[in-house]
């Protein structure tokens, strides 16, 4: 049982930066593709971005190309997304989820562990 745990989130200006964490119980972390949902209120959640188990790939959602980016430190067993040129569009809780897949996984329902979600609030 892999356990996730989110940090990182908060309240933020629009044009600000957050950076968010997730940290993974597993020792085999280095195994899994991980990726960023996020769910707004009275929304679905949707794709963020996912990484692949080595780090050298990743894929976004267009909502946020160019502004979030995606990274993963296998010797810590972290997974972060850095996001920039924050809107309040993107006020959500943020999950981070891992796929006992080495590839990138874009569908959720592929996920097979989910954290417990970080707020983050961007205001106008």
């Known amino acids: 049982q892999v356990q996730l745990v989110e940090s990182g989130g908060g309240l933020v200006q629009a044009g600000g930066s957050l950076r968010l964490s997730c940290a993974a119980s597993?020792?085999?972390?280095?195994?899994?593709?991980m990726g960023w949902f996020r769910q707004a209120p009275v929304k679905e959640r949707e794709f963020v971005g996912a990484i692949n188990w080595s780090g050298d790939s990743t894929r976004y959602a267009d909502s946020v190309k160019g502004r979030f980016t995606i990274s993963r430190d296998n010797a810590k067993n972290t997974v972060y997304l850095q996001m920039n040129s924050l809107k309040p569009e993107d006020t959500a809780v943020y999950y981070c989820a891992a796929a006992r897949e080495y590839r990138i996984v874009v569908d959720a329902t592929e996920y097979d562990y989910w954290g417990q979600g970080a707020q983050v609030t961007v205001s106008s």
């Open positions: 597993e020792r085999t972390f280095s195994t899994y593709g």
